[in-house]
């Protein structure tokens, strides 16, 4: 059973970063980070595997977001550059068993970002 904890998030302003961590307890094949903004549905942002270091990004983000794992410590890394008002979402981090772009079953509580104009 993987157990995934995210930390970071918080409010900053338009053209500032932020940094993510999830923390993953158990095996997974990847990782990616979610986000979720009000009346709009959950979308993926980025993912990496778990031991492959393969990653995807989603075209809005590419250039912007950097996903990282730190195998030590068994936690994955968001980095997000250049927010902008848009990038305002509840962030969630989340495990698959066998692909970087589905089957994510095991879920964080979520994080909140808010990116002021």
């Known amino acids: 059973q993987v157990q995934l904890v995210e930390s970071g998030g918080g409010l900053v302003q338009a053209g500032g970063s932020l940094r993510l961590s999830c923390a993953a307890s158990?095996?997974?094949?990847?990782v990616g980070w979610f986000r979720q903004a009000p009346g709009k549905e959950r979308e993926l942002v980025t993912a990496i595997t778990w031991t492959g270091g393969h990653t995807y990004y989603a075209d809005f983000v590419k250039g912007r977001f950097t996903i990282s794992r730190d195998n030590s410590k068994n936690t994955v890394i968001l980095q997000m550059n250049s927010l902008n008002p848009e990038d305002t979402a509840v962030y969630y981090c989340?495990?698959?068993?066998?692909?970087?772009?589905?089957?994510?079953?095991?879920w964080g509580q979520g994080t909140q970002v808010t990116v002021s104009s």
């Open positions: 158990g095996g997974t094949f990847a």
């Open positions: 989340a495990a698959s068993g066998y692909s970087l772009y589905q089957g994510y079953t095991h």
